[in-house]
């Protein structure tokens, strides 16, 4: 067995409860994951016997670093901001979910060498936030309002995010996996 799969087999068998939990309550932040978290496991399945091709490890160096950490910065909300309530994590899931995808935006922009309004981006982050720490009622309108928000300090006509999670929904499809149609697939961004 290979190193990454010892990883992979560590992290899910930490991980694997929370991913549970997040997908019985219908929270917005397992469908964020349910694309890598099923790539991998089916990866998992089909080579934890077996040697890896370059390809395929390179598919779980990406996706077990990504959701690593998206797990943790989840968990880190979980106990530091919600002091281990899952039901009151849950009512700021949306919110978790913008902040992840603006770490995911904000880093691609920097990758493409992209110019932005980091001023803007900031403010936003630090709207998000307050959500959280204040414990503010999340409006229904959250992703009108955040959609708005990066559109001003970024001009999305001239920029196609192309994320993880959308490399790993493709992984999925020519892997013949079948990310359901009623399963949305949502980023934090409207499309």
Not at 85 to 91: G, K
Not at 146 to 173: H, P, Q, R, T
Request: net charge negative.
């Amino acid at each position: 067995m290979t190193d990454i799969i010892n990883e992979y087999q560590s992290w899910l068998s930490e991980n694997k409860a929370f991913y549970n939990k997040l997908k019985s309550h219908k929270s917005i932040l397992h469908t964020r994951f349910y694309p890598i978290y099923e790539v991998l496991l089916y990866l998992y399945n089909e080579y934890k016997d077996d040697e890896l091709d370059e390809d395929v490890e390179k598919i779980f160096q990406v996706g077990l670093e990504y959701i690593h950490i998206q797990f943790f910065n989840c968990k880190i909300y979980l106990e530091k901001s919600f002091n281990n309530d899952f039901h009151e994590f849950l009512n700021y899931d949306r919110v978790i979910n913008y902040l992840l995808f603006i770490e995911d935006l904000k880093y691609e922009l920097t990758e493409q060498k992209i110019d932005y309004d980091k001023e803007k981006l900031t403010e936003l982050v630090d709207e998000l936030d307050a959500y959280i720490t204040d414990k503010l009622t999340v409006p229904e309108t959250l992703n009108v309002y955040v959609d708005a928000k990066i559109a001003d300090f970024i001009n999305l006509d001239d920029y196609n995010f192309n994320s993880i999670i959308d490399i790993f929904v493709e992984i999925g499809n020519t892997l013949g996996l079948n990310f359901d149609e009623e399963e949305d697939i949502y980023l934090g961004k409207d499309v």
